[in-house]
């Protein structure tokens, strides 16, 4: 169920920028809205968001991201994003 995004921890900007990157399902997420659906609460702080990247040049989907808040690093170990693949799968 998509909701909207409350802060109700306190994590500081960059907090976990600096930790290893943990891998986790981009299905398990939460959604932030149902305007995309790529966009994802990040679990590590519930205040940030998970955005999805992206190849710059290719625009295929990379399974590596940031919380845009907290900085911490995840990898999706999902199969596909809204069934698309990732870069290079
Ligand atoms: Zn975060």
């Known amino acids: 169920?998509?909701?909207?995004?409350e802060p109700n921890v306190?994590?500081?900007?960059g907090a976990h920028a600096s930790r290893d990157a943990r891998c986790l399902r981009h299905s398990d997420l939460v959604s932030i809205s149902s305007v995309s659906?790529?966009?994802k609460v990040c679990p590590y702080c519930e205040k940030g968001a998970l955005m999805v990247q992206r190849n710059n040049s290719t625009g295929r989907l990379l399974r590596g991201d940031r919380c845009v808040w907290c900085g911490q690093p995840v990898r999706y170990i999902d199969d596909s994003i809204?069934?698309?693949?990732?870069?290079?799968?």
């Open 1 to 5: 169920m998509p909701r909207v995004l």
């Open 10 to 13: 306190t994590v500081s900007r």
């Open 82 to 89: 809204n069934g698309e693949k990732f870069e290079g799968e």
């Open 37 to 39: 659906p790529y966009r």
